[in-house]
């Protein structure tokens, strides 16, 4: 069983950033891919960005794309997600979420292990 606790959310103005931090329970950090989603209220779960296991590649969804950065680091059992340039439509709870097989890292459906979630309040 792993345990994912993220942090870093708050409230922030348009055009600002936050980093969202994610705290893995594991020794074993690096056999997992790690991925972003959020959640707006009254939508469904999206896609935001993700990392795989072995090569750091990285993943995002095109809202995101060239705002968003994730990285990880396997010595801290965390990964990291920066967000520049933020939009109130970005406005959501962020989870975090850790993938053993490393497949389809754009569903949520493949992760294994979620965290509780924090929220990013962006204000036009």
């Known amino acids: 069983q792993v345990q994912l606790v993220e942090s870093g959310g708050g409230l922030v103005q348009a055009g600002g950033s936050l980093r969202l931090s994610c705290v893995a329970s594991?020794?074993?950090?690096?056999?997992?891919?790690m991925g972003w989603f959020r959640q707006a209220r009254g939508k469904e779960r999206e896609f935001v960005a993700a990392?795989?296991?072995?090569?750091?590649?990285?993943y995002y969804a095109d809202s995101v794309k060239g705002r968003f950065t994730i990285s990880r680091d396997n010595a801290k059992s965390t990964v990291y997600l920066q967000m520049n340039s933020l939009k109130p439509e970005d406005t959501a709870v962020y989870y975090c979420?850790?993938?053993?097989?490393?497949?389809?890292?754009?569903?949520?459906?493949?992760?294994?292990?979620w965290g509780q979630g924090t929220q990013v309040t962006v204000s036009s």
């Open positions: 979420a850790a993938d053993h097989c490393g497949s389809g890292l754009r569903e949520g459906r493949h992760y294994e292990y």
């Open positions: 594991t020794r074993t950090f690096s056999n997992y891919a």
């Open positions: 990392i795989d296991r072995n090569f750091g590649n990285t």
